[in-house]
Every structure is written in structure tokens, then in C-alpha cells.
């Protein structure tokens, strides 16, 4: 840590600035969930492969897999739409949520249930991974930054004011 003195400069000479909001916070938010649902799917996978074989652990790496994507694409298309436009990024959280839905209900009502499926591993590991997931997602939103209020920028001649080597916004 460094001492500041009583005008907020760094005692070291540089300048103290506000930090802004997290830019775009929804790949390090997917990299945590992956990561998270991810550990506790190959935890349920090696369960359930000792206890009902290969087909099990097929069944429940299906059932994790199938989660995990149906989450990620939100947070991919709150990445590319949030980096153009942020505030609607939320309307393309719900659009995108509502097309999912529809989407993996019929995908999954046209292909019905494979014979072969352990219905029980697959459903251990989507719950699993749709819990750990979700834990996951709120902890790492709830380390991001928003900025709540815009601030004015500084007007042009208090911009030339300024010493040298010293910004006024946080960038």
C-alpha cells in the first residue's frame, strides 16, 4: 500500500485515480462459472463411473455439459452485445434466455431420451452443475465493479490545468 499525502497525490509522486466500472465483466464471470461447475462435474463424473461404468459417467458429462452450455451462451452474448451497447445488454440476456429455452426444449423433445442414458447421473450432474454454476456466477458478478452515476467530465480549460502526466478520468 502506498502513503498519499493530503491532497490524494501518491506520496511516491504519481497520481491516485478513481477506479471506473469493470469493463466488461461477463468472460471472467463465464471463466469462473466454467471452472466452478466444471471441477464439480468431474467429481460426479468419476462418482458416478465408479458406481454405474462408462455409461453413467457418459450420462452424467452430458447432463453437466448440456447446463454449462445452455448458461454460457448468455453470458457470450452479454459480452458481445455489453462491449457495443451495455444498457442492452440485459434486453439481450432475456431475448437470448427465451430463444434458449424454446431452442433446447424442442432440441430435446425432437431427440427424445437415448436408450443407453442413466437418467439418474444425468440428473445428479445437471443439478449439480446448474447449483455450482449459479453460486459461482453470483460471487464473481458480485466482484465487479458498476458505475452507478456518470460523471461529468472535466471542462476543457481545467483539462490544461492540469500538471503534467496527471488524467482526470481513470483510463
Known sequence: MRASRHDGTA??????VASGPTQSPWLKILR??????????V???AVSALVAGAVGALSALLGALLVMLFFAISLLVGHFVGRSNPSGAIGAFIATYVIKVVGFGAALFLLGTPDWLERTWFFVAAVAAVIVWQAAEVFAFSRTRHQLYA?????????????????????
Open 11 to 16: 506520496a511516491a509522486g504519481g497520481a491516485i
Open 32 to 41: 469462473a462459472s466454467v471452472v466452478a461447475s466444471g471441477a464439480a462435474a
Open 43 to 45: 467429481l460426479i463424473i
Open 151 to 171: 460523471d461529468p467530465e472535466p471542462a476543457p480549460e481545467d483539462r490544461q490545468q492540469q500538471p503534467k502526466g496527471e488524467s482526470s478520468h481513470g483510463g
